[in-house]
């Protein structure tokens, strides 16, 4: 017998998933909480994916897919706000919440992010729902380095995340690296986690075909740079000042182009002024692009011309970017930290680098660019490995988990 569709409410506080990855405080967690709210609503499991207003101009309600609403509920003033800010709203967004899914029940709930999961919790407790969380994120202590994850933005971050992991029915985490996270620095429960690894849309990101392989191969032919691309928030965790300081390490006459593409969150405008001006100190403000934030179409597009992905994040969950970049056949060079050792299979798909040394960075690069034998035959073992993690076979996990979720209850 098939099994009844579901009525699953999606919740994220701080950020809406229908924003564009790279702006705001968007990244990674949008896309994996999009892509698997508009499976779970084609396969016919009826979608609630509720979010903070933070516009006057947003409505109540739209729908994406048929099957999926994103609800915006008011919470706070109706603006962007610096993700701190987002903990004096834990409350009040719990409580449009709990008069939201009063009158459109679900099944269960899954909250994204630590203030998500403050806010459901309660929630879930008095409908008698379960709750599943997802961290995304998870915070490191203010004396660790910044590899062992994101500085506290909010100070009852620490303490909310370890609550979750006591009193979530479910965490769900993205990579086993996030699963250890969970267990070793959280305290979780081993029996109520389970790994669900984001897809990636093999369609969208994918190689370059005749025409657009051929324009690159002249355009290096003809003394042109090849290009080296960077994608994400631009927030320190990212470490765009790596790349940066890399590239420079380069000799001018060997250099790459760089592209930056990301926009900063609404309180990292100095950071983003840092990128600029350590460009202009290198000497690279005509063989550096900042893109801004783009649409995933054009970061796709962007992604499968250029000859070389970097991914110096200090601290990443899974490391979409790096999945994104070996479907569209181009190798990675990736910090060796968090959920990147599982994006990338170093040798094959790209290079892991521990620390932080732009020379050693820089002569990585080098290499690669310099053996194009050796970049094509990356670019082959990445798309082949991407096209291995569809969002249909993500989201299927994550079905799986809720089901099994639903049994226990």
Not at 138 to 147: E, K, M, N, V
Not at 259 to 265: D, L, Q
């Given at each position: 017998?098939?099994?009844?569709?579901?009525?699953?409410?999606?919740?994220?506080?701080?950020?809406?998933?229908?924003?564009?990855?790279?702006?705001?405080?968007?990244?990674?967690?949008?896309?994996?909480?999009r892509a698997h709210a508009e499976e779970l609503a084609r396969a016919g499991h009826r979608v609630q994916l509720i979010t903070r207003r933070s516009s006057p101009e947003l409505p109540d309600e739209v729908e994406p897919v048929p099957g999926l609403s994103v609800v915006h509920l008011d919470?706070?003033?109706?603006?962007?706000?610096?993700?701190?800010?987002h903990e004096a709203l834990i409350q009040p967004f719990g409580d449009a919440l709990r008069a939201r899914l009063a009158e459109h029940p679900v099944d269960l709930i899954h909250a994204e992010h630590w203030y998500s999961g403050l806010a459901a919790l309660p929630v879930a407790a008095e409908l008698g729902v379960p709750m599943v969380q997802s961290y995304h994120s998870?915070?490191?202590?203010?004396?660790?380095?910044?590899?062992e994850g994101e500085r506290p933005e909010s100070p009852g971050r620490p303490a909310g995340e370890r609550r979750l992991a006591r009193e979530a029915d479910?965490?769900?985490?993205?990579?086993?690296?996030?699963?250890?996270?969970?267990?070793?620095?959280?305290?979780?429960?081993e029996d109520r986690i389970r790994v669900v690894e984001p897809g990636v849309d093999t369609r969208v990101f994918r190689p370059c075909t005749g025409a657009e392989c051929a324009e690159r191969a002249q355009w290096i032919e003809h003394g042109g740079r090849p290009e080296v691309l960077v994608a994400g928030r631009l927030d320190p965790l990212k470490g765009f000042d790596l790349a940066i300081a890399a590239v420079a390490a380069i000799p001018a006459d060997r250099r790459p182009?760089?592209?930056?593409?990301?926009?900063?969150?609404?309180?990292?405008?100095?950071?983003?002024?840092?990128?600029?001006?350590?460009?202009?100190?290198?000497?690279?403000?005509?063989?550096?692009?900042?893109?801004?934030a783009l649409s995933r179409s054009v970061l796709a597009e962007r992604m499968r011309l250029a000859s070389l992905v970097l991914v110096p994040s200090h601290s990443e969950t899974f490391g979409l970017v790096a999945l994104e970049a070996a479907a569209s056949g181009v190798p990675v060079i990736a910090r060796a930290a968090g959920g990147l050792r599982e994006a990338v299979i170093d040798g094959e798909t790209g290079v892991l680098l521990e620390g932080d040394d732009p020379e050693v960075w820089a002569e990585e690069i080098e290499r690669i660019l310099a053996d194009r034998a050796l970049a094509d035959r990356m670019?082959?073992?990445?798309?082949q490995s991407a096209l291995h993690r569809s969002w249909i076979a993500s989201t299927r996990s994550l079905l799986a988990a809720y089901r099994e979720l639903l049994d226990r209850q």
């Open positions: 017998m098939t099994p009844s569709p579901l009525g699953i409410a999606f919740v994220v506080l701080h950020t809406s998933p229908l924003d564009e990855p790279g702006t705001k405080d968007a990244g990674g967690m949008n896309v994996v909480v919470a706070g003033p109706p603006r962007l706000l610096a993700k701190g800010e998870i915070a490191a202590g203010s004396t660790t380095p910044l590899t479910l965490v769900v985490t993205v990579s086993a690296a996030e699963r250890a996270t969970v267990l070793e620095r959280l305290g979780g429960d182009m760089l592209r930056i593409v990301g926009a900063p969150p609404p309180d990292g405008d100095a950071y983003a002024r840092s990128l600029h001006e350590a460009t202009a100190a290198a000497g690279m403000i005509s063989s550096t692009s900042f893109d801004g670019g082959a073992a990445a798309r």
